[in-house]
């Protein structure tokens, strides 16, 4: 027979092995919706369309973040595009030039941001998806967290606002912002 003291003991270490079970098989990410390899995707085609010069890029004001974020919150509707644009992308990468988006060079990347542009990409895995839709919805995206305010998780460290050279902005409602 067991004692009380031994069961209550199996039992707390039979319940945190549980706990312990569904984070042993998921993969680690350090996004709310995508996987690393669609963000290492996403980051590329932000830096191109806003690269990093003497002031900060989409990757340093944490565009990927933003747009994460958007899509958790605002924008669920998104996901299925930014999946499989990416997944369509990569795979046209890969038959082409043997790489992954992220692993082509800036002017291999420009190239096919401007063929996607205009929808002339070509291979079946695009079917289903408007090349132009998806690099919209990505350009878009981008200029919204570079631009936008840090609340919405991007323009970090208010990088646009500094390259631009403007005042951060006033939040209505604050007292530290009247006159006298």
């Not at 790489?99 to 291979?123: C, D, W, Y």
């Amino acid at each position: 027979m067991i004692n009380r003291r031994d069961f209550i003991k199996n039992m707390g270490l039979l319940y945190g092995s549980i706990l312990f079970v569904p984070s042993c098989s998921k993969t680690s990410t350090t996004y709310r919706v995508f996987t690393n390899s669609e963000a290492d995707c996403l980051v590329a085609l932000c830096e191109q369309i806003i690269p990093a010069d003497q002031d900060a890029g989409a990757t340093d004001a944490g565009v990927i973040n933003f747009i994460d974020r958007q899509t958790d919150l605002r924008f669920p509707e998104d996901l299925p595009i930014y999946r499989k644009g990416v997944a369509a992308l990569q795979i046209t990468c890969d038959r082409q030039y043997g790489a992954p988006f992220e692993h082509l060079n800036a002017s291999v990347q420009i190239e096919t941001m401007k063929s996607m542009e205009s929808g002339r990409l070509t291979g079946e895995h695009w079917e289903g998806i408007s090349q132009q839709s998806f690099f919209n919805l990505i350009r878009n995206r981008t200029m919204q967290g570079f631009y936008g305010s840090p609340r919405h998780g991007g323009n970090r460290n208010y990088a646009s606002y500094r390259m631009l050279k403007l005042d951060y902005p006033l939040l209505v409602g604050q007292n530290r912002y009247r006159n006298g």
